[in-house]
């Protein structure tokens, strides 16, 4: 039977490099690291690890493991965290993602609710890409996700919370920065300023554009709401934004942002999780969760 203190020791070594720091991680002597590899490879029949000029990495099969022991150790911790939430909630810790721009709109007042609330309870946030945070919820080093739809949610619980709504932002000198509205059509010779293949606005904004009878250019990939309001001010393109994340962004009167006439494909925003990880701390943030969008997002 696989023991959790070799598995432990398995993704240290991974994870550090080498035997001696992984020992530092877990507070044990290198000997003792080296004999939980040994017990495990003797278990499975198969080296796990390969020694380099570089450090310790993985083989195949340790690569295969140590994806497993993430898993289950992640698993542990939270069923450790659920038992102390079954004890009146009166601690725990919900690791929660969040996109960027949801979290500069929703992370504060969320975290007053909590206060207020279910003061024993601890937020830990991570912000990244939306594929990041459903591949993390998935693996289980994440409990919650707050994200977008349309994305691949396969195998996870999706929530619906609230509709969003889509803007144009455009530089103050293009010839319809001084319209309130504007339809995608008129458009369609511009070029685009967006986010990489397989990010959710990208996705947006080449559906909605489809749906208006063209493909659009596109001038350049950006990382972040920043980057793209940047590039739109300097004039390299236009872009497409949710309505809030150019209300928590846009302070630069180099941009406009403007309507969109067109009947759009509808965006939803709410949160995933993994129904079979059942907790009330869980649960808990998730009830907050929908309150805050509902008072916050248009």
């Given at each position: 039977?696989?023991?959790?203190?070799?598995?432990?020791?398995?993704?240290?070594?991974?994870?550090?490099?080498?035997?001696?720091?992984?020992?530092?991680?877990?507070?044990?002597?290198?000997?003792?690291?080296?004999?939980?590899?040994?017990?495990?490879?003797?278990?499975?029949?198969?080296?796990?690890?390969?020694?380099?000029?570089?450090?310790?990495?993985?083989?195949?099969?340790?690569?295969?493991?140590?994806?497993?022991?993430?898993?289950?150790?992640?698993?542990?911790?939270?069923?450790?965290?659920?038992?102390?939430?079954?004890?009146?909630?009166?601690?725990?810790?919900?690791?929660?993602?969040?996109?960027?721009?949801?979290?500069?709109?929703?992370?504060?007042?969320?975290?007053?609710?909590?206060?207020?609330?279910?003061?024993?309870?601890?937020?830990?946030?991570?912000?990244?890409?939306?594929?990041?945070?459903?591949?993390?919820?998935?693996?289980?080093?994440?409990?919650?996700?707050?994200?977008?739809?349309?994305t691949d949610t396969h195998g996870l619980t999706f929530e619906e919370v609230q509709p969003v709504r889509l803007c144009l932002v455009v530089p103050c000198t293009h010839p319809l920065a001084s319209r309130k509205k504007v339809a995608l059509s008129e458009l369609a010779s511009d070029q685009w300023v967006t986010f990489e293949a397989?990010?959710?606005?990208?996705?947006?904004?080449?559906?909605?554009?489809?749906?208006?009878?063209?493909?659009?250019?596109?001038?350049?990939?950006?990382?972040?709401?920043?980057?793209?309001?940047?590039?739109?001010?300097?004039?390299?393109?236009?872009?497409?934004?949710?309505?809030?994340?150019?209300?928590?962004?846009?302070?630069?009167?180099?941009?406009?942002?403007?309507?969109?006439?067109?009947?759009?494909?509808?965006?939803?925003?709410?949160?995933?999780?993994?129904?079979?990880?059942?907790?009330?701390?869980?649960?808990?943030?998730?009830?907050?969760?929908?309150?805050?969008?509902?008072?916050?997002?248009?």
């Amino acid at each position: 039977m696989l023991e959790l203190r070799d598995l432990r020791a398995l993704t240290a070594v991974i994870e550090a490099g080498g035997m001696a720091r992984a020992g530092e991680h877990l507070h044990l002597v290198q000997s003792a690291v080296s004999q939980a590899i040994k017990r495990l490879e003797a278990q499975v029949g198969q080296p796990l690890l390969e020694r380099r000029r570089s450090g310790v990495v993985p083989t195949p099969a340790g690569a295969a493991l140590n994806g497993h022991a993430r898993l289950i150790l992640n698993c542990v911790a939270r069923a450790e965290e659920d038992m102390r939430a079954y004890r009146g909630l009166s601690k725990g810790t919900v690791r929660l993602g969040m996109v960027s721009t949801v979290s500069r709109l929703l992370l504060g007042p969320l975290l007053h609710h909590l206060a207020d609330r279910h003061p024993g309870l601890l937020l830990q946030v991570e912000e990244n890409v939306t594929d990041v945070l459903i591949d993390r919820l998935r693996s289980g080093s994440l409990d919650l996700s707050v994200v977008y739809l349309p994305t691949d949610t396969h195998g996870l619980t999706f929530e619906e919370v609230q509709p969003v709504r889509l803007c144009l932002v455009v530089p103050c000198t293009h010839p319809l920065a001084s319209r309130k509205k504007v339809a995608l059509s008129e458009l369609a010779s511009d070029q685009w300023v967006t986010f990489e293949a397989g990010n959710p606005s990208r996705r947006w904004l080449e559906t909605n554009c489809a749906g208006a009878g063209y493909r659009p250019t596109i001038a350049v990939e950006v990382q972040s709401v920043y980057q793209l309001l940047a590039y739109v001010g300097a004039e390299v393109g236009v872009g497409m934004l949710t309505a809030q994340a150019a209300r928590v962004e846009l302070h630069d009167d180099t941009v406009r942002e403007l309507e969109i006439a067109d009947t759009l494909a509808p965006v939803m925003l709410g949160y995933a999780y993994d129904e079979r990880q059942p907790s009330p701390a869980i649960q808990a943030v998730r009830t907050l969760l929908t309150e805050v969008v509902r008072a916050t997002v248009d």
